[in-house]
């Protein structure tokens, strides 16, 4: 049996990582996936841990409205805070809603973004077009991000993402541990 899951996103980055996540952790189930395009109700460039996990949130909500024929939404969101020393940080939020009405919810690690790429951002630049320019690079967020380019690809956005994924399906398939 397919369960299929709308990813509120048309990024393949997002799309990958959600299908791969979920054939993690649920290895036996086959899945169809399919991005739609809908607003996550922040800024462009969400500058905390709390805005970044309300435009995930506002995202997964948003794609069940909009293809409410589905067994799960997901909705990712990157964003980047500050630490007490004022260095920037950047980190993604996975939110999953099931058919169930159920929620799971999971965070990527974070990494810390390099002066130049702070200066920019700080300057309204969003952080993929400030990743573009510092490493001279096209497109980035659709490939492998900040973190790829900062790990010289050792780690890719899409892989990036799995981890988080696959913990944000964690009160999703034990539904009788929460």
Known sequence: MNKKV?????????????????????????????????????SDQPMTTQETWEGALNRANNAKESEPEADFWVGMEGGIDKDEEGKMFAFAWMCVLDNNGNMGKGQTGVFYLPPKVQQLVEEGV????????????????????????????ALGRTEYYVQAMVLAMIPLVNPKLY
């Open 6 to 42: 709308v990813v509120a996103s048309k990024n393949p980055v997002k799309i990958n990582a959600a299908l791969a996540g979920m054939q993690k952790i649920l290895p036996n189930v086959q899945f169809d996936v399919t991005g739609c395009d809908v607003p996550s109700g922040v």
């Open 126 to 153: 969003e952080l993929g077009h400030a990743n573009d320019q510092v490493f001279n690079e096209v497109g980035s967020k659709q490939k492998g991000g900040a973190v790829g380019s900062l790990t010289f690809g």
